[in-house]
């Protein structure tokens, strides 16, 4: 099962994000952490889902992650949500396009056609995050998905924690990332 944790703004709540974390990658992980910090500034709250993917069992990995984020929007009442997945939990991508969900999706899948064909075929908008050096992210898929309409931010020397060997690039790198999130949800 998952434990979530929620945080409400200050303001009005303008909306709803369900953060689905990645299989070795918390929600209180930096890119996930940065991500939390911008939602809870441009008033929505946050719906953390803490997991442990070893209790998966013979669950096919889309569907139990898919259990994961319909049980935690099951149990809101929001006007807007958007779905935040590091990783394993972008595999709720093809769930976010059943509903038109916007996302932000940091380091997904795209070698998997599952997941990219969730992410293409969602109608609301998207903010893909990857790096170059993540042998999980396809440049040219991210090009599709960039050509039909969705925002890439690609990192040429980031591996698949958005991080570098080099301490120092690797904060540059989540600086890049905080400030694509920052312009994804300003223009929300």
């Known amino acids: 099962g998952g434990l979530p944790t929620r945080f409400e703004p200050e303001g009005r709540s303008r909306g709803l994000a369900i953060v689905a974390p990645g299989r070795a990658y918390s929600p209180a992980a930096p890119l996930l952490e940065l991500a939390r ?34 049980g935690a929007h099951a149990r809101e009442d929001a006007d807007h949500v958007l779905v935040v997945g590091k990783s394993l939990g972008t595999r709720a991508a093809s769930y976010a396009a059943e509903l038109g969900l916007d996302a932000i999706w940091f380091t997904p899948i795209l070698v998997d056609p599952v997941v990219a064909e969730g992410i293409a075929a969602n109608a609301g908008r998207q903010l893909l995050v990857g790096g170059l050096a993540d042998e999980l992210w396809d440049a040219s898929v991210a090009r599709e998905l960039a050509d039909a309409g969705c925002e890439v931010l690609e990192v040429p020397d980031a591996d698949h ?11 540059e790198i989540h600086l890049e990332v905080a400030r694509a999130v920052e312009a994804f949800l300003r223009d929300m």
């Open 37 to 70: 910090l911008a939602l809870l500034q441009h008033d929505i709250t946050v719906q953390q889902i803490w997991w442990d993917s070893t209790t998966r069992g013979e669950e096919d990995v889309e569907a139990w992650v898919r259990r994961h984020v319909a």
């Open 161 to 171: 924690g958005m991080g570098n060997p080099d301490v120092v690039r690797t904060a």
